[in-house]
Nanobody, 115 residues
Framework: QAQLVESGGGLVQAGGSLRLSCAVS????????MGWYRQTPGNQRELVAV???????NYADSVKGRFTISRDNAKNMVYLQMNSLKVEDTGVYYC?????????WGQGTQVAVSS
C-alpha cells in the first residue's frame, strides 16, 4: 500500500529557510512524477513544485527562485528546500504524485512563517 510521510516543517521568521522531506513507500513507482502541495486555511490545496522521474522541475510562480524540489530515488525520498520564506508561505505541505490520481494523502507538515 502506498504511503507518504512528510516531515521538516516548523516555525520560522520571514526570510528564513526550511527543508521538507517526504518518505515514499509502498506501491509508488520511482517513475512517478512527484510534487509538493500547499494548503492554506480556507483555500484549496495548490501544487507548488513538481519533479519528473528524470529530474526536470517546475514551480508555481509564487515560489519560483525560492524553493527547490529534489528527489533521491535510491532512498525513496522527495525534498523541498524553501529559502527566503514569506508569511504567505504559511500552510500545511503535502507531497503526492502529479498528473495522475493521488495516492492516499499523508498527514502533511505544518509550516508557519512569522513576520
Amino acid at each position: 500500500q502506498a504511503q507518504l510521510v512528510e516531515s521538516g516543517g516548523g516555525l520560522v521568521q520571514a526570510g528564513g529557510s526550511l527543508r521538507l522531506s517526504c518518505a515514499v513507500s509502498g506501491s509508488i513507482s520511482r517513475l512517478n512524477t512527484m510534487g509538493w502541495y500547499r494548503q492554506t486555511p480556507g483555500n484549496q490545496r495548490e501544487l507548488v513544485a513538481v519533479i519528473f522521474s528524470g529530474g526536470t522541475t517546475n514551480y508555481a510562480d509564487s515560489v519560483k527562485g525560492r524553493f527547490t524540489i529534489s528527489r533521491d530515488n535510491a532512498k525513496n525520498m522527495v525534498y523541498l528546500q524553501m529559502n527566503s520564506l514569506k508569511v504567505e508561505d504559511t500552510g500545511v505541505y503535502y507531497c503526492n504524485a502529479v498528473y495522475r490520481a493521488p495516492f492516499p494523502w499523508g498527514q502533511g507538515t505544518q509550516v508557519a512563517v512569522s513576520s
